[in-house]
């Protein structure tokens, strides 16, 4: 198995919305962007199926050692083998994939969150930071395009944070600010204990505004001279939000005993349809 087919499978198995996202880009860019999202499942995985806390910071702690390796031009792994070529045609730097690592090294830190400032520096780092290493790959003109990524990498962790806040609740992580939930009158045990109610609903409410405040900022950022560029951005922001619609729909409280999601077929009719609308 070559690189490219090692990052390809690993991108597909993930079955993540932004592997629809990646099919309609020219074949350069989609190998290219499949070895950057393969890189974040790599060390994204460290921390979701390593029960032991030592043996997940050697784990990352290796990761950052390789990405020392790519820059050096001696990577070992196949992904960073996959991404030696990528990060010289594209510039892309090795602080950025030191800081997405930083990011995963605070999940082994801390499970819960005191206030937004404090996650939003795991925002930035496990998102924003993608989002600005995307657009590289898929080119800009102007550079106020890598604001519009930063801010759409906020909106995307937003929106997943709200979608898994059961499934996170059940791995003891609580990702909505503490004093947020102290706010609406919630305990940490209403989240861990899936107690659904009209305070939570209020609650799961105030972070989706939120995450579409972020969406509107992004939006409202990008250039007109780089939408046709960015595509893959706005297909994702086009499924995210559509996501985070339907969430709010079914009564925003629910994601605390059940994952909703998109179906296949829906996210690929989302995804046409939003690259022909930027096609000019």
């Known amino acids: 198995m070559t690189p490219k087919q090692y990052c390809q499978e690993k991108a597909a198995k993930s079955g993540s919305s932004f592997y629809y996202s990646f099919m309609f880009l020219p074949k350069q860019k989609r190998e290219a962007i499949t070895a950057l999202y393969a890189f974040c499942r790599e060390v994204d995985d460290v921390v979701d199926e390593c029960t032991e806390l030592k043996v997940a910071q050697v784990k990352l702690a290796w990761w950052k050692d390789e990405i020392r390796n790519?820059?050096?031009?001696?990577?070992?792994?196949?992904?960073?083998?996959?991404?030696?070529?990528?990060?010289?045609?594209?510039?892309?730097?090795?602080?950025?994939?030191?800081?997405?690592?930083?990011?995963?090294?605070?999940?082994?830190?801390?499970?819960?969150?005191?206030?937004?400032?404090?996650l939003q520096l795991y925002c930035y780092r496990v998102a924003s930071v993608v989002g600005i290493l995307s657009a590289q790959i898929f080119g800009f003109k102007n550079r106020k395009t890598l604001k519009f990524a930063h801010d759409l990498g906020m909106a995307f962790q937003l929106t997943n944070i709200i979608r898994d806040v059961g499934e996170d609740a059940r791995r003891n992580r609580i990702y909505i600010p503490l004093d947020e939930l102290a706010r609406f009158n919630i305990t940490e045990e209403d989240i861990l204990r899936s107690r659904e109610s009209e305070a939570v609903k209020k609650l799961l409410e105030n972070q989706i505004e939120r995450a579409e405040t972020y969406y509107d900022k992004?939006?409202?950022?990008?250039?007109?001279?780089?939408?046709?560029?960015?595509?893959?951005?706005?297909?994702?922001?086009?499924?995210?939000?559509?996501?985070?619609?339907?969430?709010?729909?079914?009564?925003?409280?629910?994601?605390?005993?059940?994952?909703?999601?998109?179906?296949?077929?829906?996210?690929?009719?989302?995804?046409?349809?939003?690259?022909?609308?930027?096609?000019?």
């Open 70 to 118: 790519l820059y050096q031009n001696k990577p070992i792994h196949p992904v960073t083998k996959a991404l030696e070529p990528v990060i010289k045609q594209y510039q892309l730097s090795e602080e950025h994939f030191l800081e997405i690592i930083d990011g995963m090294e605070m999940d082994l830190n801390f499970n819960r969150y005191e206030d937004f400032k404090q």
């Open 218 to 280: 992004a939006l409202h950022e990008l250039p007109a001279e780089d939408k046709k560029s960015q595509r893959v951005g706005l297909i994702m922001t086009a499924i995210y939000r559509t996501l985070l619609r339907e969430i709010k729909a079914d009564g925003a409280e629910k994601v605390l005993n059940a994952r909703i999601s998109l179906g296949t077929l829906r996210k690929l009719w989302i995804s046409f349809s939003t690259w022909v609308k930027h096609l000019a």
